[in-house]
C-alpha cells in the first residue's frame, strides 16, 4: 500500500504537497479531510500522471456541501505498473528474459466526511474555529505473475484550527490507520502531519 504515499490532486502536488493547513478544495480529503468544510460549491477533480517505465497513477474526486450537514465527498486512485519483463537468475546470478510479462495494480477508494465543529456542539471562540474530517479507505491491489490479490481498509481524521491571529490556520491530520493488508500482512504507511497556513492578505472563507 506504498501507493498511498503518492499526492493526489494538481494544486497540493504543485505546491511541494504543503497542503495540511491549507486544505480547501475537493483534493484536500487526500490530505486533511477536514478541509471540505471550506467548500461552498460542488467542486470535481481530475488528474493523471504518466511516470516512466509506463507506470500510470489516476486521481478522480468529487465533493458536494450539504450546508450545516457537512460536507461528503469520495475519491478514486489507481496505479498501474504497466507491463514489466519477467526474469530469472541463476546461481552465478545470471539473469535471463523468460519472454514472460506481469503487471502490478493498486486501487484505493475513499469516502469521506467533513463538518464544522459547532455544528455537533455548542459554539463558543474555539468550537466555531474549529473543523474536523474524516476518511474511510478501501484498498486492493493485484500482482499478476503469480496472480495475488490484496485487500485492506484505512482511516484518516484531520483538523482545522483558525487561530485568533488573523490569516493564521492550523491543520493536524493522521493519515492510514488500519491494520495490516489481508493477505501479505504488509503494514500500512501510517503518517501524522502537522501544518499551517498563512495569508498575508487575508481571503473571505471558500
Do not use: C, H
Not at 501507493?3 to 486533511?32: H, I
Not at 460549491?41 to 450545516?68: G, Q
Request: without cysteine; charged residues 15%.
Amino acid at each position: 500500500a506504498n501507493f498511498l504515499r503518492l499526492g493526489a490532486g494538481a494544486r497540493a502536488v504543485g505546491m511541494g504537497e504543503a497542503f495540511t493547513g491549507l486544505s480547501n478544495d475537493v483534493s484536500g480529503m487526500n490530505w486533511n479531510p477536514s478541509g471540505l468544510s471550506n467548500l461552498k460549491l460542488a467542486e470535481v477533480s481530475f488528474m493523471r500522471l504518466s511516470y516512466v517505465e509506463e507506470i500510470s497513477y489516476n486521481y478522480i474526486a468529487a465533493a458536494v456541501p450539504l450546508a450545516d450537514m457537512g460536507t461528503i465527498g469520495v475519491s478514486y486512485i489507481g496505479m498501474n505498473s504497466g507491463d514489466i519483463d519477467r526474469t530469472t537468475a541463476d546461481a552465478a546470478g545470471e539473469i535471463t528474459n523468460t519472454g514472460n510479462k506481469f503487471a502490478f495494480t493498486a486501487s484505493a477508494i475513499t469516502v469521506s466526511y467533513s463538518n464544522k465543529l459547532n455544528n455537533f456542539m455548542e459554539g463558543n471562540e474555539i468550537i466555531d474555529a474549529i473543523a474536523v474530517g474524516l476518511n474511510f479507505k478501501k484498498l486492493g491491489d493485484s500482482e499478476t505473475a503469480d496472480n495475488t490479490e490484496d485487500s485492506g481498509i484505512a482511516f484518516d481524521a484531520g483538523g482545522l484550527y483558525k487561530t485568533p491571529v488573523e490569516g493564521l490556520t492550523a491543520g493536524l491530520v493522521f493519515q492510514n490507520l488500519g491494520p495490516a493488508m489481508s493477505q501479505s500482512a504488509a503494514s500500512l504507511p501510517m503518517t501524522i502531519k502537522l501544518g499551517g497556513l498563512y495569508e498575508v492578505i487575508p481571503t473571505e472563507d471558500q
